[in-house]
C-alpha cells in the first residue's frame, strides 16, 4: 500500500506546489517509485513535471478528479496530493481519509493565520484525523525562525495543537530549481546545504 501525503490549505499561493514538489523530489532521489498527484485545477505540479529533466530521478504524475475515487499504479510507493485553493466540506474529508500525512504550508502574516485557522480546525475535526489514521503538521513557509512574525506564528498554531515541522526560508533557490523542472534534493548538496537543513524536521515527521 502506497505511503500517502496530501499538501493542502485554503489559500492560494501559500506554497502548496512548492512543498509538493520538493516532496516529490526527495522521495524519488531515495529511489522510490513516486506518483505526484494534482487535485488543483490549475495543474501547477503537472506542469512543472512537464519539465523534469529525463536524467533526474522519475517521478510519475497523476491527475486526480476532486472527490472521485481513484487508486495510484500497482508498484507506487509513495503518493504527494497537491490540493487545490479552497479545499473543504466533502472533498476535503474525502482526501484526508485515503492519506497517511497532511502537512499544511502557512506564511506567518496575519492574512494568511486568519485563512488557516477554521481550515485547521475542519481538519482536526475529521474521522480520519481523530481516529489517529492521518495525521496533520504545518510547515511556516518564506519566513526566518528568528523573527517576531516566526513566533506570532508558533503562538497561533500551539494554540491550536499543531505541530511546526519546520520553516523555510525566503530564497530563490527553490524558484530556479522549479524553473527547470528540478527540486532542492536534485542539487548539488554544497548548493543547498542551508536549506537541505531546514527540511530534516519535516523528513523525520513523515518517517514517523
Known amino acids: 500500500m502506497a505511503y500517502s501525503i496530501l499538501i493542502a490549505n485554503p489559500k492560494g499561493g501559500s ?73 473543504q466540506g466533502k472533498k476535503l474529508a474525502a482526501l484526508v481519509a485515503r492519506v497517511d500525512r497532511v502537512i499544511v504550508p502557512i506564511q506567518p502574516s496575519p492574512f494568511d493565520m486568519w485563512a488557516s485557522r477554521e481550515f485547521l480546525a475542519q481538519l482536526l475535526q475529521e474521522k480520519a484525523v481523530r481516529k489517529q489514521r492521518a495525521f496533520v503538521g504545518v510547515v511556516g513557509m518564506r519566513v526566518d525562525p528568528r523573527t517576531r512574525s516566526a513566533r506570532e506564528l508558533q503562538q497561533f498554531l500551539t494554540e491550536l495543537q499543531v505541530p511546526v515541522l519546520g520553516w523555510l526560508r ?33 523528513l523525520r515527521w513523515l518517517d514517523n
Open 15 to 87: 506554497g502548496k506546489s512548492t512543498l509538493a514538489t520538493n516532496l516529490a523530489g526527495f522521495y524519488a532521489a531515495q529511489g522510490s517509485r513516486v506518483m505526484l498527484g494534482d487535485v488543483d485545477k490549475q495543474q501547477t505540479s503537472l506542469s512543472w513535471l512537464s519539465c523534469r529533466p529525463t536524467p533526474l530521478p522519475y517521478i510519475d504524475g497523476w491527475q486526480l478528479a476532486p472527490g472521485e475515487p481513484a487508486k495510484p499504479p500497482k508498484g507506487t510507493q509513495v503518493v504527494v496530493l497537491d490540493s487545490p485553493a479552497g479545499l
Open 170 to 202: 525566503d530564497t530563490q533557490l527553490y524558484v530556479q530549481a522549479a524553473a527547470n523542472g528540478m527540486t532542492l534534493f536534485d542539487l548539488p548538496a554544497s548548493r543547498a546545504a542551508r536549506d537541505l537543513e531546514a527540511w530534516r524536521g519535516i
